[in-house]
């Protein structure tokens, strides 16, 4: 048993389940392990909760951070970038950050951490948009809205198949940044969600 085991058991319960299931004595029963083994690892059940958030914070505000920074010829292709956290799940864990979310609502440091990444995510977007001459307030408002609309396509369940993603990514492109996205943008994110997404 190790201590990567047990967060992995309690993202698990957290995920499929709610904050009110990561409990030790059910981990430790689902691990084939004695609830004693769970102290060699953490004082308590509070020590897992807090690396609950540490993981989330490193799984799903990481990446879109790290893909915000990529260099990029336009600001269409920027975008592109951010977009493959939306369809890459080694990128960004749809359901863990819902499980997060509704964990927010019924704690309060839980809920002011949710809102710092959600601060952290927009301000990397809003940085991104500047690198390509948009003024700070129209930079930081394109951000929401691109962010936003993901969060509540995830929190909604909308479940758009591929082929109609694809057939939406010109409009919303355009909506996001204002300008036209060229054939080659398309073409090449076209092939980025044909590589990650099944088919349907």
């Known amino acids: 048993m190790t201590r990567e085991a047990w967060i992995e058991a309690g993202v698990e319960a957290l995920v499929e ?5 990561v409990k030790i004595q059910v981990m430790a029963r689902k691990l084939g392990v004695s609830r004693s083994s769970f102290y060699w690892f953490f004082a308590d059940l509070q020590a897992l909760q807090r690396e609950l958030l540490e993981y989330w914070l490193r799984k799903n505000t990481g990446p879109i951070i790290e893909r915000a920074l990529l260099p990029a010829a336009s600001v269409n292709e920027g975008v592109c970038h951010i977009f493959e956290c ?7 864990d749809p359901g863990l950050d819902a499980a997060v ?12 951490v949710v809102g710092q990444a959600d601060d952290q995510r927009v301000d990397a977007i809003a940085r991104m948009f500047q690198r390509y001459g948009y003024p700070a307030e129209e930079a930081f408002i394109r951000a929401r809205v691109l962010y936003f609309t993901q969060v509540g396509h995830f929190t909604l369940g909308i479940g758009d198949d591929r082929e109609k993603r694809l057939g939406h990514l010109r409009s919303y492109l355009l909506t996001f940044t204002g300008r036209p996205a060229s054939d080659r943008e ?10 990650l997404l099944p088919d349907g």
Request: aromatic fraction near 12%; proline fraction near 3%; charge should be neutral.
């Open 17 to 21: 389940e709610s904050i009110g299931h």
């Open 86 to 92: 939306w369809v890459d799940p080694a990128l960004f």
């Open 101 to 112: 979310r509704a964990w927010g609502r019924i704690d309060a440091t839980v809920r002011a």
């Open 186 to 195: 398309v073409e090449d994110f076209g092939a980025v969600m044909r590589r």
